[in-house]
């Protein structure tokens, strides 16, 4: 008995190379008297004979298995009316020396690409083939709060929100998924010094909106901290013990997005771990040891 793939891929020697543009342009600002810090960030790109997916749905037929009602076959095309823009813009503002800083950051994304739905009738074998355009539209902006003061705390809380949302034009199993993903973060990291000692800690929380209903989202709560202590002279040896993902819930979410088709997916990362380790250092600079 042959095995046929269930979702096949061939490629298509009669494409065309694709030719890309891009134009952008920066403006950054910085004041020597307040160090206060401006930078900004603007493209634009479009890209000639954009290679992009045909995915093929046609009658199980063809492979012979009565189990199956379809499959699907993918292949390429040129295409036209692919660009994105994008633009990002970060400002800091420093104070007592630079002990304190409050920064603003965001970035908005646009993309508009061009994907191809072929679809094969069960009866006729007729072949009706459309045109997707998918628009992605995505916002992130943040806001950040830094403490730098030497040998006490070097630390930063943080909030970011983010929102990205997919419009297509052709809906079927592919595209009508789910695709307006929020998701807000707090955070809090840093490290606090006491002589001899440090600790350190990394702590955040996520919440996850808008998933599709078959992705089982969570918002984790996310802690790595270590404790370590400096001895011998000149600190060269160090003894730290170290906590990875405390809660052990650390796990990710991710939505894909291209011309045909809206990908979500739950990721499994590295769980909770434990880690003692101890470092010494060994030097000799310019003939002392």
């Known amino acids: 008995m042959a095995l046929i793939a269930l979702y096949p891929v061939e490629g298509n020697p009669q494409l065309k190379p694709s030719f890309t543009h891009h134009l952008s342009a920066n403006y950054n600002v910085f004041d020597m008297n307040t160090f206060r810090m401006l ?19 046609y009658p199980a037929v ?48 646009y993309s508009h690409n061009i994907g191809y739905l072929t679809d094969i009738a069960p009866v006729t074998y007729t072949q009706t083939t459309e045109e997707n355009v998918a628009k992605r539209l995505a916002i992130n902006p943040g806001i950040r709060f830094r403490v730098d003061i030497p040998e006490v705390i070097d630390g930063q809380v943080l909030a970011n929100y983010s929102i990205t949302k997919t419009d297509n034009s052709v809906q079927n199993d592919f595209t009508n998924a789910s695709a307006n993903i929020r998701s807000f973060n707090l955070a809090v990291s840093g490290k606090n010094y006491f002589h001899d000692w440090t600790v350190s800690y990394d702590y955040s929380k996520t919440y996850n909106y808008g998933y599709a209903s078959t992705i089982h989202t969570t918002n984790p709560n996310l802690l790595n901290f270590y404790v370590e202590r400096r001895f011998l002279k000149e600190h060269r040896a160090t003894l730290r013990a170290a906590v990875f993902d405390a809660f052990n819930q650390n796990t990710g979410f991710s939505t894909t997005t291209s011309a045909s088709a809206i990908t979500q997916s739950t990721v499994n990362r590295l769980g909770r771990y434990f880690l003692l380790s101890f470092t010494l250092r060994m030097q000799k600079f310019g003939g002392k040891n």
């Open 39 to 57: 930078f900004t960030n603007m493209s634009f790109t479009t890209t000639q004979n954009q290679i992009t997916t045909n995915i093929i749905s």
């Open 62 to 109: 063809y492979t012979r298995d009565p189990l199956l009602q379809s499959t699907y076959f993918t292949t390429y095309l040129n295409s036209g009316g692919y660009y994105s823009a994008n633009g990002f813009v970060s400002y800091s503002i420093p104070w007592d020396n630079r002990k304190y800083t409050l920064l603003f950051n965001g970035s908005v994304n």
